[in-house]
């Protein structure tokens, strides 16, 4: 384990009073009365104080650095956003942030950011909301805590990642307390939780009650919008705001800052730009016309710096500094990629990240003097992702020989980084719904000219689980270890639901990923050494 400073027990019991507390054991008279009937009929959970405001949906920070944070806050009404911090739970000295008068203009969402952070230190944090045209009117506040970067190498740094979260039909089930893998991970208190998209399934109804092969039922809290597909703005933010509806989620967004970047199912499944659907269930045809509407709730939704920060283009994929050990490259393979096909073209400069976002993650990572770089692919490299019968949805083709189609791209960053000598490169994704550990090895491959590095696949935290995705050996990756469900859309009620861990030592630099399941169980570990172009 990692020598990060970790949360003292008089610390843990301030934050338990706080927003863990306040936040996680809400009663939620409307939400939770709705659930026991399957349906939810508000949207939102009870007021704290009645003709005040309140933030019943919680607290979040978002892209945290040795220095900054973005906090996150929902209101049920106009109100100012009002944020101070401290370096204890008693909030003695402490600092306070003015944020913005947040209103219906972001569905009630509001961030603040905070710069000038001592590095490497817990930072205690309580939001209050009051009143626009009368600050002494105020709701009660909510608490929340997270440790900024170190700035020094010693410390370590330790996180975790997964994604998919309520999909293919599996939501929040009451009867067994909801998303409990969230719990599992706040009690592993990481300095962060990078959420490698699907964050919700917009495309994805939940019914009331599924009855599961083994005769028990499956029970869903449903509200309105996720009744049906989203379309509208509306409908979007529905979906966002549904997982918060959980207090395991509650309860571990207060405690554990995030780093957030999506995938398909924030919008469609499979969506690629430009697409027009053949779906008798949308009305809005045009997938343009839903991605934007859904960017715009993803923005509101998560504290996400290139989406809140003044004079840059509003983009997912950016680069978070994390002290002297670690960088994190977020990609955004969707936004920018071409029409799925059978991916066989032989001159491809689209592909999956566009030609910017490749030149953009080729100057970032040549820049980088972090000792382990962390590539955050929504998608995974070599394993065979397809789209219906003919075309493909990630990467890979299946096509075992040299790079065409998508592939085209990859090779060329893989090439970039062994020919510029770039150290300490990690693959981390989500997206198929199991666990997975993927080593490329030149020796094995179509295309040789790169050097070895590791894939690491987790996922789902709250879906349905899937068998294991076919290997294509163009980039020559060997299946090291995967568990992975015998059937299609195992429930998290027969199918454990998973999530990683990164550990890297302050001593020896030396990084160490556990693959693990839900309960905190470790089925797989490998160690890495620090200082190499290829593992």
Not at 291 to 312: C, D, I, M
Request: charge should be neutral.
């Amino acid at each position: 384990m990692t020598n990060s400073p970790r949360n003292s027990a008089t610390d843990r019991r301030t934050v338990l009073r706080g927003s863990l507390g306040a936040s996680a054991a809400l009663a939620l008279p409307t939400t939770a009365a709705a659930a026991m009937a399957g349906t939810v009929a508000g949207a939102a959970p009870a007021q704290a104080l009645s003709g005040r405001p309140s933030a019943d949906w919680g607290v979040q920070v978002g892209d945290v650095t040795s220095s900054s944070g973005l906090v996150w806050v929902r209101s049920d009404r106009p109100a100012r956003m009002v944020v101070e911090t401290s370096a204890t739970g008693s909030f003695r000295n402490a600092r306070t942030w003015h944020g913005p008068v947040i209103g219906a203009g972001s569905d009630f969402t509001g961030t603040t950011p905070l710069r000038g952070l001592p590095a490497g230190e817990q930072v205690h944090y309580r939001v209050t909301l009051a009143d626009p045209d009368n600050p002494r009117r105020t709701g009660e506040p909510v608490y929340g805590t997270f440790r900024t970067a170190p700035a020094r190498r010693r410390q370590g740094v330790r996180f975790l990642w997964s994604g998919d979260i309520a999909g293919q039909g599996w939501g929040i089930n009451p009867d067994i307390g909801g998303y409990t893998a969230y719990e599992d991970m706040r009690r592993l208190d990481p300095d962060f939780f990078l959420c490698s998209g699907d964050t919700v399934y917009a495309d994805g109804p939940l019914e009331p009650s599924v009855t599961l092969p083994d005769g028990r039922i499956w029970r869903n809290v449903v509200t309105e919008e996720k009744s049906k597909v989203a379309e509208t703005l509306n409908e979007y933010r529905g979906q966002f705001r549904y997982n918060l509806l959980d207090r395991n989620v509650r309860r571990f967004n207060a405690q554990v800052p995030t780093i957030v970047q999506w995938d398909d199912h924030e919008v469609r499944n499979n969506w690629y730009p430009g697409q027009i659907l053949d779906d008798v269930r949308y009305q809005e045809k045009d997938v343009d016309v839903l991605a934007a509407r859904s960017f715009q709730a993803f923005g509101e939704y998560f504290p996400v710096s290139t989406l809140h920060a003044r004079g840059e283009d509003r983009r997912v994929h950016r680069a978070v500094r994390y002290g002297p050990l670690l960088d994190v490259f977020v990609l955004d393979m969707r936004s920018f990629r071409n029409a799925n096909s059978p991916g066989r073209q032989t001159d491809d400069t689209t592909g999956i990240l566009g030609a910017e976002q490749l030149e953009w993650l080729k100057r970032e990572l040549s820049r980088s003097r972090a000792v382990w770089k962390v590539i955050a692919a929504d998608m995974p490299i070599g394993l065979v992702v397809p789209d219906g019968t003919a075309n493909i949805e990630a990467v890979a083709q299946g096509d075992p020989g040299a790079p065409l189609g998508r592939e085209l791209q990859i090779a060329d960053l893989l090439r970039f980084v062994k020919h510029r000598r770039i150290t300490g490169t990690v693959w981390l994704t989500a997206d198929v719904h199991y666990t997975s550990a993927q080593h490329y090895e030149p020796e094995k491959a179509a295309f040789k000219d790169f050097a070895p590095f590791w894939e690491f696949v987790s996922g789902p935290l709250a879906a349905g689980g899937f068998q294991a995705n076919a290997l294509d050996s163009t980039f020559g990756p060997n299946r090291v270890f995967v568990q992975a469900p015998d059937r299609a859309n195992v429930s998290p009620m027969e199918s454990s639901q998973y999530f990683g861990e990164v550990d890297i030592d302050g001593g020896s630099g030396e990084l160490t990923v556990r693959l693990r399941a839900q309960g905190n169980k470790v089925l797989f570990s490998k160690v890495l050494k620090p200082g190499r172009v290829g593992q």
